[in-house]
T-cell receptor
Framework: GAGVSQTPSNKVTEKGKYVELRCDPI?????LYWYRQSLGQGPEFLIY????????DSGLPNDRFFAVRPEGSVSTLKIQRTERGDSAVYLC????????????FGPGTRLTVL | GDSVTQMEGPVTLSEEAFLTINCTYT??????LFWYVQYPGEGLQLLLK?????DKGSNKGFEATYRKETTSFHLEKGSVQVSDSAVYFC????????????FGKGTKLTVNP
């Protein structure tokens, strides 16, 4: 079956602009996770959803970052007033449920803020 | 807070050599431990996991044992192949609560024929 998909694969924007990154999880997976990976680093947790609600958003770096999952499937990560330091690969993962199940990762969206 | 420390790479080996990638962690209680692998041009995928002390995870000839006494989860393979060239990430899921993964920085492995 289809894996986790993320769009766009690449996004170039200018400092101060607003961006949205989309994640389509594996069908039937109730848990969805967002991570950010900077060059030469491991993925860093941002937020995860169980169903429609954010179960843990402790990794969001500041209030410019926001994520939604209104119908418990597709999720959108929203970044306002982008800064050059936001440049990274944004990874999405999903799992069948949220209790210690394998997380399946998408290919990521490479965000570049000029 | 919870953290994972991996040996720094890159690691370069010849085919059929023995591989060890060290991983130690800091966490309270009994986290679950994972190794993820990222092959060139592909997304992260789970390689193996262990959920309690003394468990051994294994897959594709790779093994790692959860050592509570040394807070370690070292990855080993007896005979590497060129196709094992990838970046390997050690990760933990903290006990009791969030299902987030905490990752190490990754170790790039190159296997030459």
């Amino acid at each position: 079956g289809a894996g986790v998909s993320q769009t766009p694969s690449n996004k170039v924007t200018e400092k101060g602009k607003y961006v949205e990154l989309r994640c389509d999880p594996i069908s039937g997976h109730t848990a969805l996770y967002w991570y950010r990976q900077s060059l030469g680093q491991g993925p860093e947790f941002l937020i995860y959803f169980q169903g429609t609600g954010a179960a843990d958003d402790s990794g969001l770096p500041n209030d410019r970052f926001f994520a939604v999952r209104p119908e418990g499937s597709v999720s959108t990560l929203k970044i306002q007033r982008t800064e050059r330091g936001d440049s990274a690969v944004y990874l999405c993962a999903s799992s069948r449920t949220a209790f210690r199940n394998e997380q399946f990762f998408g290919p990521g969206t490479r965000l570049t803020v000029l | 807070g919870d953290s994972v420390t991996q040996m720094e790479g890159p690691v370069t080996l010849s085919e059929e050599a023995f591989l060890t990638i060290n991983c130690t962690y800091t966490a309270t209680g009994y986290p679950s431990l994972f190794w993820y692998v990222q092959y060139p041009g592909e997304g992260l995928q789970l390689l193996l996991k262990a959920t309690k002390a003394d468990d051994k995870g294994s897959n594709k000839g790779f093994e790692a044992t959860y050592r509570k006494e040394t807070t370690s989860f070292h990855l080993e393979k007896g005979s590497v192949q060129v196709s094992d060239s990838a970046v390997y990430f050690c990760a933990l899921n903290p006990q009791g609560g969030s299902e987030k993964l905490v990752f190490g920085k990754g170790t790039k492995l190159t296997v030459n024929p």
